[in-house]
């Protein structure tokens, strides 16, 4: 990638989701991503870091809520407040990665863009770049949608996967001897159950789905207008009102019709041209409780654990706690749980369990526990 090129190259971070599996730590009023679990950041900090070397930052966009802008000028204070795109309300990540284009395309109509999560964790920053790199160069030069893939080391049911279908030469200046590889796609997987993951992880050609994209602002307007022509034609309502004083209305107006869909769904499974890019860099999505115990054990970190935070044993082995409180926590005859203590709320369960969280922030939900979440 040449400077010049570079210069058209965008990232989009979006942080506007909740991260409920991380409850009671995670909430509506402190989602995941502003959340600094292991003393080195916020998930976001630490997102738009690693992009840092590889796009300017001039071109580093953050997509958002309202809360969320707030929350970025304690986390980021030193962000460009002009590059924070504010979503009226939550539509999933279609509508938001709509109204990104719309505003990057207004001002690049020659842009490559990366599309990221904001609460994912990526351990080897150097391989995740240069990864990302290739991935520039094919959707400059295949004018398609790439994806990034992450080999799997188990048959893990809380991801989606991509089948690759034909294994492809990577760009040039990418040796084959790098620890990545690019396949065409051949289907996308919704999170599957115990036993077609484990004949996914048998297969050999299916891989975990990271949420991470690159395309050029062509393609992927060429696949809104396609698969989903009415979201599309709100795009180009929006990018013909950015920067007038119709705007934020136009903005709002759309919004308040337009229906939640993933873009996985409106339009990866239907694209005509996909592409990912496969291998390993340290990738997790921190998804749940569990991961991030793996975590903080293979980094020896503490995880939440703040000084004051005090845990006493009494026959009590393989004891996980998390503590935001000066509470202390005793416990008596109990093994591999891991324990949550936030400020008015209690979480407990046994090691293994912590994705079925969400279940319990639903039902709080569902009882109109709302000061909870």
């Not at 190259?9 to 009023?29: C, N, T």
């Not at 690693?50 to 980021?76: A, M």
């Not at 979503?87 to 990540?93: F, G, H, I, L, Q």
């Not at 308040?256 to 390993?280: C, N, Q, R, T």
């Amino acid at each position: 990638m040449t400077s010049d090129s570079g210069n058209h190259v965008y990232a989009v971070i979006m942080a506007g989701g909740f991260g409920k599996k991380l409850w009671p730590v995670s909430r509506r009023k402190m989602p995941k991503q502003f959340i600094d679990l292991f003393d080195d950041g916020t998930m976001i900090a630490q997102t738009v870091r690693r992009i840092s070397g590889l796009v300017i930052e001039d071109n580093i966009f953050i997509i958002t809520s309202e809360l969320g802008r707030t929350l970025l000028s304690e986390s980021l204070s030193s962000f460009r407040p002009d590059n924070i795109i504010v979503e009226p309300s939550s539509r999933n990540t279609a509508p938001c990665i709509a109204l990104a284009t719309a505003h990057i395309k207004k001002r690049d109509p020659d842009a490559v863009t990366i599309v990221l999560p904001s609460d994912h964790l990526v351990l080897d920053n150097h391989s995740f770049l240069k990864i990302l790199e290739a991935g520039i160069d094919v959707a400059s030069e295949k004018k398609g949608i790439v994806t990034v893939g992450i080999t799997p080391d188990r048959p893990e049911t809380a991801y989606g996967y991509i089948q690759a279908d034909g294994e492809l030469p990577l760009p040039q200046g990418f040796s084959d001897g790098s620890d990545f590889h690019l396949f065409k796609v051949k289907a996308f997987a919704e999170k599957p159950d115990l036993t077609t993951a484990e004949e996914f992880l048998e297969s050999h050609d299916f891989y975990w789905n990271s949420g991470v994209f690159i395309w050029h602002i062509d393609a992927i307007s060429r696949e809104f207008e396609r698969s989903m022509p009415d979201l599309y034609k709100d795009l180009l309502n929006i990018y013909e009102s950015l920067g007038t004083e119709r705007e934020q209305k136009v903005i709002e107006d759309v919004y308040s019709w337009i229906h939640p869909l993933s873009i996985d769904y409106g339009i990866m499974e239907k694209a005509e041209k996909v592409f990912v890019l496969a291998g390993e860099f340290g990738w997790t999505d921190l998804g749940c409780w569990d991961e991030v115990l793996k975590v903080a054990e293979s980094r020896n970190a503490s995880a939440g654990i703040q000084p004051e935070s005090r845990l006493v044993k009494i026959d009590s082995d393989n004891i996980y706690l998390n503590n935001t409180t000066n509470k202390v926590v005793c416990t008596i005859g109990i093994k591999d749980v891991i324990i949550v203590q936030a400020e008015n709320a209690l979480l407990i369960c046994r090691k293994g369990e912590s994705h079925r969280v969400r279940e319990v922030v639903d039902i709080l939900r569902r009882e109109g526990l709302e000061e909870y979440l």
